[in-house]
């Protein structure tokens, strides 16, 4: 069961819990790009995110380069950002602090 849609200003509010993530321009999705030591570390938090997320059954858009990995988190059955991603944006950011 997925969260409804945040709209305009709940989505903005929301975004103030998680770190340097932006709102799409058509707000249907949130986006980071994470940068670490090196491939290792990136793997690392890639590894440990995929866990996170499949727990949750709610899975990022993500791409990896080297030692780069660029995020993009929606809620496809709502159509935009719900509290599913911000969720997995928290997550995602406390594995990032301790890898980077
Ligand atoms: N991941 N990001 C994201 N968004 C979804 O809507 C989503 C998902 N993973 C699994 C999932 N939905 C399932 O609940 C449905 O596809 C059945």
Redesign the pocket.
């Known amino acids: 069961m997925?969260d409804a849609r945040l709209e305009h200003e709940a989505l903005n509010e929301a975004l103030q819990a998680v770190e340097n993530w932006v709102v799409t321009e058509d707000e249907t999705a949130i986006a980071r790009d994470f940068k670490f030591a090196d491939f290792r570390e990136a793997f690392a938090f890639m590894s440990e995110c995929a866990l996170a997320a499949e727990r949750l059954?709610?899975?990022?858009d993500w791409s990896n380069s080297y030692n780069r990995v660029g995020v993009s988190?929606?809620?496809?059955?709502?159509g935009g950002v719900s509290t599913r991603?911000i969720a997995l944006a928290g997550i995602m950011d406390e594995a990032a602090r301790r890898f980077g």
Do not use: K, M
């Open positions: 997925n059954d709610h899975h990022p988190l929606s809620t496809h059955d709502a991603d």
